[in-house]
């Protein structure tokens, strides 16, 4: 079965502290791995993708099959960073494109 | 550029009631497009996707059906509504160009 998993609800960090959100996937063949944003009183919005192999704004996810795993990282988290992470597997093929979320992990950064 | 709406953008509605939460995008032709709930406590779950008009797939069972009258338009519907319909509702679609699933601002419905 398809499955993201996201075991923390909430993550609260101070500034510039180090910054990892967990995720665990299942699925048997090999997916396509996401992290979705949702900043207060913002639309959900993509973050990243595994294939882009990029960070932006400051977060990196690496995927490492081995582990079924694709946490999110940010060296220094900042106060603009607050908000709710989720995220998200597709499976290759089909016509659906469809994304299976986890949880979501909320993000709070004291200052 | 593309653009998806959603309406209403709160609904409080009575146990029993009916629902029609409609959802638009502009700016693309024959998108996906998905229904998504986020229920207090619980994170998205997709609930009904559309590959093209008339289409639909339900992904739960549930008290919710949805429709695609259009190409661009896709509507979330129930005939009574249950305390458990209660959540916040997201529409989607997804970009081919960029392949990218993009969300509209949601519908945040309280059944009372």
Not at chain 1, 19 to 26: A, D, F, G, I, M
Request: charged content about 15%.
């Amino acid at each position: 079965a398809q499955r993201v998993t996201q075991p923390e609800k909430l993550l609260s960090v101070f500034k510039g502290a180090p910054v990892e959100l967990k995720c665990n996937y299942s699925y048997s063949g090999s997916p396509e791995l996401f992290w979705y944003v949702q900043y207060s009183r913002q639309r959900l919005q993509l973050l990243l993708r595994h294939i882009s192999r990029e960070s932006i704004k400051g977060f990196t996810a690496d995927l490492n099959k081995g582990e079924t795993s694709f946490h999110l990282k940010k060296p220094f988290a900042q106060e603009e960073d607050s908000a709710m992470y989720y995220c998200a597997l597709r499976g290759y093929g089909g016509a659906t494109n469809k994304l299976i979320f986890g949880t979501g992990t909320l993000l709070a950064v004291q200052p | 550029s593309q653009t998806i709406h959603q309406w209403p953008a709160t609904l409080v509605q009575p146990v029993g009631s009916p629902l029609s939460l409609e959802c638009t995008v502009e700016g693309t032709s024959n998108p996906n497009l998905y229904w998504y709930r986020q229920a207090a406590g619980r994170g998205l779950q997709l609930l009904f996707y559309s590959v093209g008009i008339g289409q639909i797939s339900s992904e739960v069972p549930q008290n919710l059906s949805a429709s695609r009258p259009q190409d661009r338009q896709f509507i979330l519907s129930s005939k009574k509504l249950l305390l458990s319909d209660s959540g916040f509702y997201l529409c989607g679609y997804r970009d081919s160009y960029t392949d990218t699933q993009y969300f509209g601002p949601g519908t945040r419905l309280t059944v009372l």
